[in-house]
């Protein structure tokens, strides 16, 4: 069975990526105009991590935002995740969502993942060569390795992505203003590198909004709250491929006799809810593993999908790692 497993970022909170080819595009300055214009609206905004790269235009747009600051841990600045989750703010600016953490912490976008789970919405900034499609390609460009990546599934997940661009010939004298690139030999500073690097990007964003039609599968929770997350993600999917998509809600076993009240109305406004978005909701009692590969064969599904953040991933991970090994197993 070929399959593509999409694991949602399960979360309350919004993501928002600001996305660009290179550094200097102008991806944080978007977002910090973004926060300040949140926060004249009255949103309660706050700053918890940013680059200001020597930069003082961006350093005059951060005056007047609250700052969470770092948290010092022996030679490294690391973001106060704890600070945060106590302060709580509405919409939090994460500038490099690709950032590298010191090791022994959680990678940048597993905080993030944490932030949104935790009803925080959140504005960042990725450079798209930091994607696992790209990162490989990129650093023949580059001349390195790039070590910070990210999974692509955040650019199909985040509710927003805005591109940042800017011609390679504009970036190119900005780069070369820059303090940190005065007298350095960089491949940024290289009219080639920056006109790859941005066809790249294009392509990679152009490949997301192309038409493919697909099929997927939406393994949902009891837990109503999640079960609308991952219609939504779903719907929003198979909208943009020109899909379509079914639901499966499996029950621990079947009932005996008629459904309760309570049971009926329920399943009668799950169904409703998905209806409205043009899937097709699947009831089926049985185990959870053996009754989604039933269900997989049954509507032929290109992809799965199941939501993870935090405390409270669906499935929860023995029943996924159960239901994952009998898919590579029959794959």
Same mark, same amino acid.
């Given at each position: 069975m070929s399959l593509e497993t999409l694991r949602l970022l399960l979360g309350p909170g919004r993501l928002k990526i600001y996305l660009g080819y290179a550094v200097g595009v102008g991806k944080t300055h978007r977002a910090l105009l973004e926060l300040r214009e949140l926060k004249r609206r009255g949103v309660d905004v706050a700053v918890g991590w940013l680059e200001p790269k020597d930069r003082p235009l961006l350093q005059a747009l951060a005056e007047g935002l609250p700052l969470i600051p770092p948290r010092r841990e022996g030679p490294y600045?690391?973001?106060?995740?704890?600070?945060?989750?106590?302060?709580?703010?509405?919409? +939090?600016?994460?500038?490099?969502?690709?950032?590298?953490?010191?090791?022994?912490?959680?990678?940048?976008?597993?905080?993030?993942?944490?932030?949104?789970?935790?009803?925080?919405?959140?504005?960042?900034?990725?450079?798209?060569?930091?994607?696992?499609?790209?990162?490989?390609?990129?650093?023949?460009?580059?001349?390195?390795?790039?070590?910070?990546?990210?999974?692509?599934?955040?650019?199909?997940?985040?509710?927003?992505?805005? +591109?940042?661009? =800017?011609?390679?010939?504009?970036?190119?004298?900005?780069?070369?203003?820059?303090?940190?690139?005065?007298?350095?030999?960089?491949?940024?500073?290289? +009219?080639?590198?920056?006109?790859?690097?941005?066809?790249?990007?294009?392509?990679?964003?152009?490949?997301?909004?192309?038409?493919?039609?697909?099929? =997927?599968?939406? +393994?949902?929770?009891?837990?109503?709250?999640?079960?609308?997350?991952?219609?939504?993600?779903?719907?929003?999917r198979a909208r943009r491929l020109g899909g379509e998509f079914y639901v499966l809600h499996p029950r621990p076993s079947p009932l005996l006799g008629p459904a309760p009240p309570l049971e009926r109305e329920r399943r009668a406004r799950m169904e409703a809810y998905v209806a409205e978005r043009g899937g097709t909701l699947l009831v089926r009692p049985g185990p959870l593993v053996p009754v989604t590969l039933e269900a997989l064969r049954a509507v032929r599904a290109q992809a799965l999908v199941t939501g993870h953040g935090g405390s409270r991933p669906w499935p929860p991970p023995p029943q996924l790692k159960g239901l994952l090994r009998r898919l590579e197993r029959e794959g």
């Open positions: 600045e690391v973001m106060d995740l704890e600070a945060i989750l106590a302060r709580r703010p509405s919409t +939090l600016l994460v500038d490099e969502l690709a950032r590298r953490n010191p090791p022994g912490y959680p990678r940048r976008h597993e905080e993030v993942a944490r932030l949104l789970e935790a009803g925080i919405s959140v504005l960042t900034t990725l450079n798209a060569y930091h994607l696992e499609s790209l990162a490989g390609a990129a650093e023949a460009y580059l001349g390195h390795r790039v070590e910070e990546r990210v999974p692509d599934s955040l650019l199909e997940e985040a509710d927003e992505v805005v +591109l940042v661009d =800017l011609p390679p010939e504009d970036l190119l004298e900005r780069l070369r203003r820059l303090p940190a690139y005065r007298g350095v030999h960089s491949p940024l500073l290289s +009219l080639s590198t920056l006109r790859a690097l941005r066809e790249m990007t294009l392509r990679r964003v152009a490949r997301s909004l192309e038409p493919s039609f697909e099929r =997927l599968l939406v +393994l949902v929770p009891e837990d109503y709250y999640w079960f609308r997350r991952l219609v939504d993600y779903a719907a929003l």
